[in-house]
């Protein structure tokens, strides 16, 4: 009796660290896995930490889109690049990279949930992870200057909004398709665009989807 007694402990026992060991463990396969980097400065003692907020476009965490295609934003890793040269000066840089969006490759399927609610989502998400014992920057790019905005920004040093949105989006586009006929009939389409399914919104990177949520 006191061995099935013993033999019941021990199983509950297991049980008990089981759970408490998946309670405690990183949840593979959940919604907000993505690429993160942090590196630090080349100096002894850093100046700060800079976070880099991501543009529109569906990069990496080397700020590179993972396509084989002939186009710049294909072959150069900017956000890469960029931490390279602020390590150098005594920065230690944070970037990410955008959900389903690896390091040579995306998931489409994966990147379509992106819509405004999910890229705050993921942004609130980074932020918890950034250092908070030195003085911070954050550095927004592109649609990101859009997002910045929803940041306890009373924490931080400086605010850089590099390319940032200061008009309508349908302005922008136009503006961008004034030599192109079909570009432009695809903009003129924003006067509904909240009726709009995310997926008719002009490419795969839904950027503006995004400005309309």
Same mark, same amino acid.
């Given at each position: 009796?006191?061995?099935?007694?013993?033999?019941?402990?021990?199983? /509950?026992? /297991?049980?008990?660290?089981? &759970?408490? =060991?998946?309670?405690?463990?990183?949840?593979?396969?959940? @919604? $907000? @896995?993505?690429?993160?980097?942090?590196?630090?400065?080349?100096?002894?003692?850093?100046? +700060?930490?800079?976070?880099?907020?991501?543009?529109?476009?569906?990069?990496?965490?080397?700020?590179?889109?993972?396509?084989?295609?002939?186009?710049?934003?294909?072959?150069?890793?900017?956000?890469?690049?960029?931490?390279?040269?602020?390590?150098?000066?005594?920065?230690?840089?944070?970037?990410? +990279?955008?959900?389903?969006?690896?390091? #040579?490759?995306?998931?489409?399927?994966?990147?379509?949930?992106?819509?405004? #609610?999910?890229?705050?989502?993921?942004?609130?998400? &980074?932020?918890?992870?950034?250092?908070?014992?030195?003085?911070?920057?954050?550095?927004?790019?592109?649609?990101?200057?859009?997002?910045? +905005?929803?940041?306890?920004?009373?924490?931080?040093?400086? /605010?850089?909004?590099?390319?940032?949105?200061?008009?309508?989006?349908?302005?922008?586009?136009?503006?961008?398709?004034?030599?192109?006929?079909?570009?432009?009939?695809?903009? @003129?389409?924003?006067?509904?665009?909240?009726? $709009?399914?995310?997926? @008719?919104? =002009?490419?795969?990177?839904?950027?503006?989807?995004?400005?309309?949520?």
């Amino acid at each position: 009796m006191l061995r099935t007694t013993f033999q019941k402990l021990t199983t /509950l026992a /297991l049980i008990i660290l089981g &759970v408490s =060991f998946l309670s405690c463990s990183p949840k593979l396969g959940t @919604e $907000m @896995e993505y690429d993160f980097i942090l590196t630090k400065s080349d100096l002894d003692h850093s100046k +700060g930490t800079i976070l880099i907020i991501q543009g529109a476009a569906p990069t990496n965490v080397d700020g590179r889109i993972p396509v084989d295609a002939d186009i710049i934003y294909a072959k150069k890793s900017f956000n890469k690049n960029l931490a390279d040269d602020l390590n150098k000066l005594g920065w230690d840089v944070v970037r990410y +990279g955008k959900y389903g969006v690896y390091l #040579n490759k995306i998931d489409w399927d994966k990147y379509r949930k992106t819509d405004l #609610n999910f890229t705050l989502k993921q942004l609130r998400d &980074v932020w918890q992870r950034v250092p908070s014992d030195k003085p911070l920057i954050v550095l927004a790019l592109s649609e990101g200057t859009l997002h910045a +905005g929803h940041l306890p920004l009373q924490d931080t040093k400086a /605010l850089i909004l590099l390319g940032a949105i200061a008009t309508n989006i349908k302005d922008v586009y136009l503006n961008k398709a004034k030599d192109d006929e079909e570009l432009k009939k695809r903009t @003129e389409k924003l006067e509904s665009a909240h009726d $709009m399914k995310r997926d @008719e919104m =002009f490419d795969k990177s839904w950027p503006a989807g995004r400005v309309v949520d």
